[in-house]
């Protein structure tokens, strides 16, 4: 069992930054990867990035997000984190980690969900 709390969410005005950090109960975190995903109002839940399970480890992002978000995990620290920079009003949506023992852009794949953090991108 593994339980997910993701915090750092908030309003920031376009083209700023965000850090958002997933922090994993237990000691099972190192052996999940992990992956981010993010839900706007009225849309499907999308993939955003994911990582293995190594600190430093293979990262996999959205298409349309390479190159603006960063994917990493401290396995130290049982957290896992996303770097958002040059953010846009698109961006604004509700963010959420996962872990799962594959990494996949599909969501039905991982197994445990934290419960979200809100970005909110004003223009």
């Known amino acids: 069992q593994v339980q997910l709390v993701e915090s750092g969410g908030g309003l920031v005005q376009a083209g700023g930054s965000l850090r958002l950090s997933c922090a994993a109960s237990g000691r099972a975190f190192r052996v999940y990867a992990m992956g981010w995903f993010r839900q706007a109002p009225g849309k499907e839940r999308e993939f955003v990035a994911a990582i293995t399970t190594e600190s430093g480890g293979s990262t996999y992002y959205a298409d349309s997000l390479k190159g603006r978000f960063t994917i990493y995990r401290d396995n130290t620290k049982n957290t896992v984190y996303l770097q958002m920079n040059s953010l846009k009003p698109e961006d604004t949506a509700v963010y959420y980690c996962?872990?799962?023992?594959?990494?996949?852009?599909?969501?039905?794949?991982?197994?445990?969900w934290g419960q979200g953090t809100q970005v909110t991108v004003s223009s």
């Open positions: 996962a872990a799962g023992t594959v990494v996949r852009q599909e969501s039905n794949v991982y197994r445990y």
